[in-house]
């Protein structure tokens, strides 16, 4: 069972270039959503989907989008990196909007904006 | 809107002591609570997770936690760390019901140092 399946683990990038983040699960989770790591932060939302076609904004969506055109996949996109959006980033997933179930974390993709 | 606080950044412990990381909380609506644990280049993952009933929650690997609504706290507790348990532990609040924009809040983490 993959789980959480994030790629790349790994990107620099050169600021105002753009990249997608793949996100995909196997679980038919219902509940998908990316979060940013920053250094004496924690996790920030950046992004949620609570299905297929539905997607909405969370703690810090500025500079990202997103789109959910099946339940498995949930890309993240950078439109114009900058050296702000340095930071490792987290895709999530859970079975449904029962805020009690476990919420499943990918790996993390380390980014770097130079 | 939840908030989270986990005062101590960092906490160094030698192998075989106890240790109590803490959690704050701070929410106007009745909330779950969860523990989870980075390990270096790693995801997250679940550690325990407090829903309702026995405010004593046992984990995984030894660990437990203690939900306090009064002192609005879920400490996390394990009797004697191994040096397998160096990581960084996060704990995080969700409201009970969801509504839209409802999210798992985080607090900045603890990053646990086991020394032999």
């Known amino acids: 069972n993959a789980g959480v399946t994030q790629t790349p683990k790994f990107q620099v990038l050169k600021t105002g270039q753009s990249m997608t983040l793949q996100c995909a699960q196997d679980?038919?989770?219902?509940?998908m959503s990316w979060y940013r790591q920053d250094p004496g932060m924690g996790l920030r939302l950046i992004h949620y989907?609570?299905?297929?076609?539905?997607?909405d904004q969370g703690e810090v969506p500025n500079g990202y989008n997103v789109s959910r055109s099946t339940t498995e996949d949930f890309p993240l996109r950078l439109l114009s990196a900058a050296p702000s959006q340095t930071s490792v980033y987290f895709c999530?997933?859970?079975?449904?909007?029962?805020?009690?179930?476990?919420?499943?974390f990918g790996e993390g993709s380390w980014l770097t904006v130079v | 809107a939840q908030s989270v606080t986990q005062l101590d950044s960092q906490v160094p412990v030698f192998e075989e002591a106890p240790v109590e990381l803490r959690c704050n909380y701070s929410?106007?609506?009745?909330?779950?609570l969860f523990w989870y644990v980075q390990y270096p280049n790693q995801g997250l993952q679940l550690l325990l997770k407090?829903?309702?009933?026995?405010?004593l929650v046992k984990g995984i690997n030894g660990f437990e936690a203690e939900f306090n609504k009064s002192q609005t706290s879920f400490h996390l507790r394990k009797p004697s760390v191994h040096i397998s348990d160096t990581a960084e532990y996060f704990c995080?609040?969700?409201?009970?019901?969801?509504?839209?924009?409802?999210?798992?809040?985080f607090g900045t983490g603890t990053r646990l140092a086991v020394r032999p």
């Open positions: 999530a997933s859970s079975s449904d909007r029962s805020s009690g179930n476990t919420i499943y």
């Open positions: 679980m038919n989770h219902e509940y």
């Open positions: 989907s609570v299905g297929a076609g539905i997607t």
């Open positions: 929410s106007s609506v009745s909330v779950y």
């Open positions: 407090y829903l309702s009933g026995s405010t």
């Open positions: 995080a609040v969700r409201a009970s019901r969801l509504r839209s924009g409802d999210k798992l809040t």
